[in-house]
């Protein structure tokens, strides 16, 4: 079992950057492969970014390449999404989840947070 908290939202005017933080409770937080989705007003839940519970591999979703960055701290029992060049379209809530599997861009994921709100300005 392992719970998930994220921080980090806020809102943001068009073109900055945010980094949201996702702290695991438990101490096999390196057992666990993270990911990153968001969900916006109306729409389902979209995968943004996964990582490998080592950190070697990663993936992401084409609208946020080279915008957004995944990396995990294993001794701080955290994952991080780094946001940068930030557009409306980009508002959303954001959730972390975990999984003992590499599920990479599925949404199948076991344990989830609660979510953090991101909301983008233009």
């Known amino acids: 079992q392992v719970q998930l908290v994220e921080s980090g939202g806020g809102l943001v005017q068009a073109g900055g950057s945010l980094r949201l933080s996702c702290a695991a409770s438990?101490?096999?937080?390196?057992?666990?492969?993270m990911a990153w989705f968001r969900q916006a007003p109306g729409k389902e839940r979209e995968f943004v970014a996964a990582?490998?519970?080592?950190?070697?591999?990663?993936t992401s979703a084409d609208s946020v390449k080279g915008r957004f960055t995944i990396s995990r701290d294993n001794a701080k029992n955290t994952v991080y999404l780094q946001m940068n060049s930030l557009k409306p379209e980009d508002t959303a809530v954001y959730y972390c989840?975990?999984?003992?599997?590499?599920?990479?861009?599925?949404?199948?994921?076991?344990?989830w947070g609660q979510g953090t709100q991101v909301t983008v300005s233009s």
């Open positions: 990582i490998s519970r080592n950190g070697a591999m990663t």
């Open positions: 438990g101490r096999t937080f390196s057992s666990y492969a």
């Open positions: 989840a975990a999984d003992r599997l590499w599920v990479g861009s599925e949404a199948h994921y076991d344990y």
